[in-house]
């Protein structure tokens, strides 16, 4: 929509201090420029209308058209670079993840430029002398402060493709991580497992395990079910093997790709893909190939197991598609790592599924399209039922949220929630036990813990989320939980039988129709609500006698309903060994 607005205005597009005029109209392109205590006392601002609700399904759907067009291109092209004649599956493994997010970060940022340059009138831009290195990419991952690659990546845009005026600074950029050897514990374990190798004490068609929270102890368990010398333990050293690896090259970048252009979108990727891609599947490709060669890994195994997909991890990366390219008998199992898994509307495990022979959940799905429902296998602390402090324990999101995938929600949703929707919940709280809540989430917050604070200085600050130990500390001090978003945690709390309230807008996080049913149920007991409000008013009703009412048949009934289908029990590791042997 056109604002009435005639105001000349200077675009900000992120929050980099540098680009923020003082003293002239300013249009923010969305609620990531502003931090969450500046109230951006101005001369005058305004935030542009937000994209992201209009763009998003249809987005999706083309996104993922255009993700298999230019995924055959790039297997013709990377195999005729490398002189290989890889499957477009390799492809898919090695570069698919950081394509996919690409793809969506650009049509985000093109489409949100292209309407501010139509529906506004913008005097300049304050843009950052050679930001065009901010956008040079390694291993599959942002490699700068991710501001700066924003930045970036709307500056490119606004310079070549738009007429808005750019209007260069100066910046100075922090020095970039150094490449940190492997470390003198590491290079023993990586002597170690050479030798074990040498002995011939693993097959080489053994099951591998890597990437997963199984516990170090129980991973040896399964090894010794698999009837193999348990080295899983060994893992971790190949998680932490680099490479320093070359600078983008222009002679090795000389070349295109044609993805039959249908819309100007389509010409703009045509034009920069081939510099935007991951260095580590041109300029490194070779010397990464080497290292993984000398990896004391099995050449053929079973079965190569993970709980995440290693996309930033570029040698063990490269080892896992590599050996299911050259071992046609070998399988990839992938096993679920994130609580919103198989209930979040935007299949955020479709990544895996594809590129999976099976997908190991823990509860949901039925045993088709590769998922095998298993059972919750992370560590998980048991309630004793008694708490020795009377907390009420509110756990929130509390990232730095940037534009960047249409898989998700809004940045205008996610701000509204933290600034308004937690706002409305506390608000709403009995006075009589306010004192009572702790707003527990990451230590590196966003500004949003200093917000509460001065609001309601009765509050408490709970920053030890990250420490070890601190979760079972959390339940055992908690008369209650309170749950606003959609993660492992929910699992985790709902597995270990403490007090939960559950409360999130369907703007932040929408669940699959085919378990409607299960939250319906949870928000007839009061398990979950959809408003601030509600889930407070709930809250009142039961805090003098909370263990009643969460002990109850019907409270406990719809409890275990949702762990059979999301976080289910027992572990059973004779069925997951089964499960891999076959």
Request: hydrophobic share 40%; net charge positive.
């Amino acid at each position: 929509p056109l604002l009435s607005d005639k105001n000349k205005r200077v675009l900000v597009t992120t929050i980099i201090d540098k680009t923020l005029p003082k003293k002239e109209p300013i249009l923010f392109l969305g609620e990531w420029c502003k931090g969450i205590n500046n109230n951006y006392d101005l001369f005058d601002h305004k935030i542009a209308f937000d994209l992201f609700k209009l763009d998003n399904n249809d987005s999706v759907k083309y996104l993922d058209g255009l993700f298999d067009r230019i995924l055959i291109v790039l297997t013709l092209k990377l195999n005729t670079r490398h002189k290989v004649n890889h499957s477009v599956l390799f492809w898919k493994r090695l570069l698919g993840s950081w394509l996919k997010s690409f793809l969506h970060s650009q049509h985000y940022h093109w489409s949100m430029i292209k309407h501010v340059e139509a529906s506004h009138s913008i005097e300049k831009t304050y843009v950052i002398r050679g930001f065009e290195k901010f956008l040079e990419c390694k291993n599959n991952m942002i490699n700068v402060d991710p501001d700066l690659w924003l930045h970036a990546s709307f500056a490119f845009i606004i310079k070549n493709y738009t007429n808005i005026p750019c209007q260069y600074i100066e910046h100075q950029i922090p020095e970039k991580r150094k490449f940190t050897p492997l470390s003198r514990k590491n290079k023993y374990l990586f002597f170690l497992s050479k030798v074990i190798f040498k002995l011939k004490l693993v097959s080489n068609k053994s099951i591998v395990i890597l990437n997963t929270s199984i516990g170090a102890f129980n991973l040896s368990y399964i090894e010794l079910l698999c009837k193999q010398f348990p080295v899983t333990w060994l893992s971790g050293v190949y998680q932490s093997i680099e490479i320093e690896g070359e600078g983008q090259s222009k002679e090795i970048r000389n070349w295109t790709v044609n993805i039959d252009a249908n819309t100007d979108f389509d010409k703009f990727l045509e034009e920069i893909l081939v510099d935007r891609l991951p260095a580590n599947i041109l300029e490194n490709y070779k010397n990464i190939g080497e290292i993984v060669y000398k990896l004391p890994l099995p050449t053929h195994p079973k079965n190569i197991v993970l709980g995440d997909w290693p996309k930033s991890q570029s040698i063990l990366l490269r080892w896992v598609v590599e050996t299911l390219e050259k071992s046609t008998k070998s399988k990839l199992t992938i096993i679920q790592h994130g609580g919103n898994y198989g209930m979040d509307k935007y299949y955020v495990e479709k990544f895996d599924l594809s590129i999976s022979d099976t997908y190991l959940s823990w509860g949901w799905g039925k045993k088709s399209n590769k998922v095998i429902p298993m059972f919750y296998h992370k560590k998980y602390y048991k309630y004793s039922g008694k708490t020795v402090n009377g907390r009420l324990t509110l756990v929130s999101l509390d990232i730095q949220l940037l534009p960047i995938n249409y898989n998700s929600f809004s940045v205008l949703a996610y701000k509204k929630f933290l600034l308004e929707d937690l706002d409305q919940f506390i608000k709403n709280i009995d006075s009589s036990f306010l004192d009572s809540v702790w707003l527990r989430g990451f230590k590196n917050d966003t500004g949003i813990y200093n917000h509460y604070l001065e609001k309601y200085p009765n509050i408490h600050i709970d920053k030890s989320c990250g420490v070890k130990g601190s979760v079972k500390n959390a339940i055992e001090l908690s008369k209650l939980f309170v749950i606003t978003y959609n993660s492992t945690f929910v699992q985790e709390a709902i597995l270990s039988n403490v007090p939960v309230v559950i409360f999130w807008t369907s703007d932040l996080f929408s669940i699959r129709e085919e378990y409607a049913y299960c939250f319906s149920q949870m928000r007839d007991v009061g398990m979950f609500h959809d408003s601030p409000k509600s889930a407070a008013l709930h809250i009142n009703s039961i805090w003098h006698d909370v263990d009643s009412w969460w002990n109850s048949h019907a409270t406990q009934r719809v409890r275990l309903i949702f762990c059979e289908q999301f976080a289910r029990t027992p572990v059973d590791y004779s069925k997951l060994t089964n499960t891999l042997m076959q």
